[in-house]
């Protein structure tokens, strides 16, 4: 049995308990927190380590790659905001499509999901990895991983307090270097230090280079950027602002971020001087090799290390928070194994994020090297949650509410779930392949539990207090 909300006066802890389950996760994140948290997660200066993929693929349109993932992410955003603003819960779309649809169809948005948050932290290990070995050569690969690895599990686990000081400090120094950037590209743009470069309209519209396909398959690539903007949903139990204060925070972070990711790759495609492609053996450093060229003093080194911390330390370690929560989440409904819903005396999931952090260290020694599959998967495992979410949406809000918000409930739900189908449509081959094995080990684990007696219900551990028999039979 499953509870709904009470009223939309109620506060979010009131919300929380009339669903059935206790307050165990420490309140202390306000809005700022959590919009800090999802720039983190986002990464302001995230396009520096895929600038010459997506260059190649969108042949030279990177801002407008960007600027229409924003669009794409927008709809996406508005949707995780209802559905907050309804079910204050953490565990994002499992929470949200369980309680939206069904139980059983929140368990395999969940699952999808959980393929984005599982291989997350372990994109940014073997990334942040293969970077250090570039600093420092002939030093193992798995060693930077478990380095990496250990940082973020023992921030992690210091409690939301730690997390909220990290986020601030690597938040700061990323948006000091996107400065630091734009003052490097303007100069060099208007002194005429890169021979060819200059300001120009083309990398944002270029007629001659629109297509539909050629779009999608860059955005594909690109939207992997906009990922964790979702992540805030996964604190919610832990925010202290006002109701929907995820949903404000996601649609903001998502703007600010965007902001930053169109500004950059608009100078760094203009540095670039109309150049049609990057070679195979410069595509991975396109971004610093034009910050090289447009500026001798070393600034290069510091943009690499810099991301190579960003990448390492910051967005892995809110990647390593937000799965610990989805599998606290799903563990409390009894859809994983019980332990890990099991708190610590610092109010976090630690054995959820002790499960997280040994998945992440033995994934990325597996993984090393297969950075574009690592990808795939997790750009599935987000589209495939996103379509469950806008789904659950319509059904929530119009079916069971009988919302009269066509506008919010109906048609930004239904656009967005076109846009992201068309984007998961024209994704790699590798990537629904590897998505439907993904989906089967589910069915398998789905099955195992209904065998097994556990029921497909979102009750939590505890009997909802507060509810009327109509709200507790719905």
Request: net charge neutral.
């Amino acid at each position: 049995m499953t509870a709904t909300p009470l009223s939309p006066e109620l506060s979010t802890q009131e919300q929380l308990e009339s669903y059935g389950y206790k307050q165990e996760l420490k309140r202390s994140a306000s809005t700022a927190d959590l919009l800090i948290y999802g720039l983190v997660f986002m990464v302001p200066i995230a396009p520096w380590a895929i600038f010459g993929t997506v260059y190649n693929a969108a042949e030279g349109m990177v801002p407008l790659v960007y600027l229409i993932g924003l669009v794409a992410m927008i709809f996406t955003a508005l949707a995780y905001a209802q559905m907050a603003k309804a079910i204050p819960l953490a565990g994002s779309v499992f929470s949200y499509v369980g309680r939206g649809i069904h139980p059983t169809v929140g368990f395999f948005a969940g699952w999808a999901i959980l393929l984005d948050y599982l291989l997350i932290p372990t994109l940014l290990y073997v990334f942040a990895a293969e970077s250090m070995v570039g600093i420092f050569p002939g030093t193992p690969r798995w060693i930077w991983a478990l380095i990496f690895v250990a940082i973020n599990t023992v921030v992690n686990l210091a409690g939301i307090t730690s997390l909220k000081l990290m986020n601030r400090v690597f938040l700061t120094i990323q948006l000091v270097f996107v400065v630091i950037f734009v003052v490097i590209a303007v100069t060099a743009l208007t002194s005429g230090t890169i021979p060819g470069a200059e300001f120009t309209a083309q990398p944002v519209w270029d007629p001659a280079k629109i297509t539909g396909p050629l779009l999608a398959s860059a955005l594909s690539i690109a939207v992997l950027s906009f990922l964790g903007f979702d992540g805030i949903s996964t604190m919610a139990e832990e925010s202290t602002g006002k109701r929907n204060s995820a949903g404000i925070a996601m649609i903001m972070g998502l703007v600010i971020v965007a902001f930053c990711f169109i500004l950059q790759t608009w100078l760094a495609s203009a540095l670039a001087a109309g150049r049609a492609s990057f070679a195979d053996d410069e595509v991975g450093n396109a971004f610093f090799l034009l910050v090289k060229a447009a500026s001798d003093s070393g600034w290069s080194t510091a943009f690499f290390i810099v991301n190579v911390l960003a990448v390492g330390i910051a967005n892995a370690m809110a990647a390593q928070a937000a799965t610990s929560r989805l599998l606290y989440s799903m563990s409390r409904d009894r859809q994983l194994p019980h332990f890990l819903s099991s708190i610590s005396r610092r109010q976090v999931p630690h054995l959820a994020i002790l499960v997280v952090s040994a998945l992440s260290a033995i994934l990325a020694l597996f993984f090393v090297g297969q950075i574009g599959l690592i990808t795939s998967l997790v750009n599935f495992g987000a589209l495939f949650g996103f379509m469950m979410l806008h789904l659950s949406v319509i059904w929530f809000y119009m079916v069971k509410r009988r919302s009269r918000n066509v506008l919010l409930h109906l048609i930004v739900p239904f656009v967005g779930f076109l846009i992201i189908g068309y984007v998961l449509l024209n994704a790699s081959d590798e990537a629904k392949i590897g998505g439907a094995v993904w989906l089967v080990l589910g069915a398998g684990i789905f099955l195992y539990y209904r065998w097994s007696g556990r029921e497909a219900t979102l009750d939590g551990k505890h009997t909802p207090t507060g509810t009327t028999e109509e709200q507790a039979a719905a």
